[in-house]
């Protein structure tokens, strides 16, 4: 026998029995309700913590990007300096560039060359 027949055979009357399975039915219902609760509320913290981490995650996309904006402006600024020396290079390499430089800071110049010279007077 259950517990159910049991309390059935002790109760002498029906009302009994049905208060019993009525306050059995309350504390299901009870339980059900404190469950339902309980899953909402991890619901909400979960949903919380995924706001957090997703507000968390979007700021730092947003400084990578503007680091990466400001790396693309250097990469770019130091391109054109890169080029500029490969320019300032070949123009030293030139004969010309040499020629200047021998005449203006070494007073040199070429065999032929007839030097004219102003008096002080």
Wanted: charged letters at 35%.
């Amino acid at each position: 026998m259950s517990d159910n027949d049991l309390k059935m055979e002790f109760s002498s009357d029906g009302k009994t029995a049905e208060l019993m399975s009525g306050v059995k039915k309350k504390r299901k219902k009870a339980r059900r309700r404190t469950i339902r609760v309980l899953v909402s509320l991890i619901a909400v913290f979960v949903l919380g913590v995924m706001s957090v981490q997703l507000y968390n995650l979007y700021r730092t996309d947003a400084a990578y990007a503007k680091k990466e904006r400001e790396l693309e402006a250097d990469l770019s600024a130091q391109q054109d300096r890169q080029e500029e020396l490969s320019n300032y290079e070949a123009y030293t390499r030139a004969e010309e560039y040499m020629e200047g430089i021998a005449k203006s800071k070494l007073g040199m110049v070429h065999k032929n060359e007839i030097i004219f010279r102003e008096s002080d007077d």
